[in-house]
C-alpha cells in the first residue's frame, strides 16, 4: 500500500526566510509526487508534480520541491515566504500501476509571521 | 472556467434524515472523485469514477453511503440515514483524462447532522 508522511502538523516561518514543509513517501515502483495547498474554507489546490526528469521541480506561487530517492523524500521549498503562503499544504503519492491512485498525506499548517 | 461547482456550501440537517451532495466536473475532465474531510481522519477518498463508472468504491463508508453519476456533468452523494459523525466537509473533485493526479477540487460543503 502507498503512503505519505508530513511529520510536522505545522511549520512556523519568518516572512521573507526560507521555508520547508516535509514529505517522506512509501510506494511500490517509481513514485508520481504532488503537493496541494489549501486556504481555509477553500477545495485543495495543485501546486506541483514530480513523474521523472530533474529532481528538483518548479510549481506555481514560485514554490519547488525536491525529489530524493534515496532518502524517499519530497520536501516542499520556498525561498522566501510570504505571509499569504499561509495555509494548509498536502503532500501526495501516486504510482504508474492501477488507476494511479492518488493518497494525501495528513497535511501540514505553514504559518508565516510578518 | 466556472471551476468544479458544489451545492450547496452548508448544510445542517437533524440526525435521520436523507442528505444529498452534488456535483459539476469542469467540462472535459471524465474523471471525478468524491471526498471527505474531518479533523480527526483528514482527507479520506470516498469514491472515484472514471467515465461515468465507479472504479473505486472503497472508502465509501458503508451502506448507509452512495454516489451516482448519471452523466458526465452531474454527480451526487447521498447519505441515508445520515448521524452526528458524517459531519465533515465533503469535496468533489475532476480531472482531466488521463491525469487523475492532477486533481480540481470544489469548494466543498459543509455538512453538520444534529
Known amino acids: 500500500a502507498q503512503s505519505v508522511a508530513q511529520p510536522e502538523d505545522q511549520v512556523n516561518v519568518a516572512e521573507g526566510n526560507p521555508l520547508t514543509v516535509k514529505c517522506t513517501y512509501s510506494v511500490s515502483g517509481n513514485p508520481y509526487l504532488f503537493w496541494y495547498v489549501q486556504y481555509p474554507n477553500r477545495g485543495l489546490q495543485f501546486l506541483l508534480k514530480y513523474i521523472t526528469g530533474d529532481n528538483l521541480v518548479k510549481g506555481s506561487y514560485g514554490f519547488e520541491a525536491e525529489f530524493n530517492k534515496s532518502q524517499t523524500s519530497f520536501h516542499l521549498k520556498k525561498p522566501s515566504a510570504l505571509v499569504s503562503d499561509s495555509a494548509l499544504y498536502f503532500c501526495a503519492v501516486s504510482n504508474p500501476g492501477g488507476y494511479q491512485k492518488v493518497t494525501f498525506g495528513t497535511g501540514t499548517k505553514l504559518q508565516v509571521i510578518p | 472556467d466556472a471551476g468544479v461547482i458544489q451545492s450547496p456550501r452548508h448544510e445542517v440537517t437533524e440526525m435521520g434524515q436523507e442528505v444529498t451532495l452534488r456535483c459539476k466536473p469542469i467540462?472535459?475532465?471524465?474523471?471525478l472523485f468524491w471526498y471527505r474531510q474531518t479533523m480527526m481522519r483528514g482527507l479520506e477518498l470516498l469514491i472515484y469514477f472514471n467515465n461515468n463508472v465507479p472504479i473505486d468504491d472503497s472508502g465509501m463508508p458503508e451502506d448507509r453511503f452512495s454516489a451516482k453519476m448519471p452523466n458526465a456533468s452531474f454527480s451526487t452523494l447521498k447519505i441515508q440515514p445520515s448521524e452526528p459523525r458524517d459531519s465533515a466537509v465533503y469535496f468533489c473533485a475532476s480531472s482531466f483524462p488521463g491525469t487523475i493526479y492532477e486533481q480540481y477540487f470544489g469548494p466543498g460543503t459543509r455538512l453538520t447532522v444534529t
Open positions: 467540462s472535459g475532465h471524465n474523471s
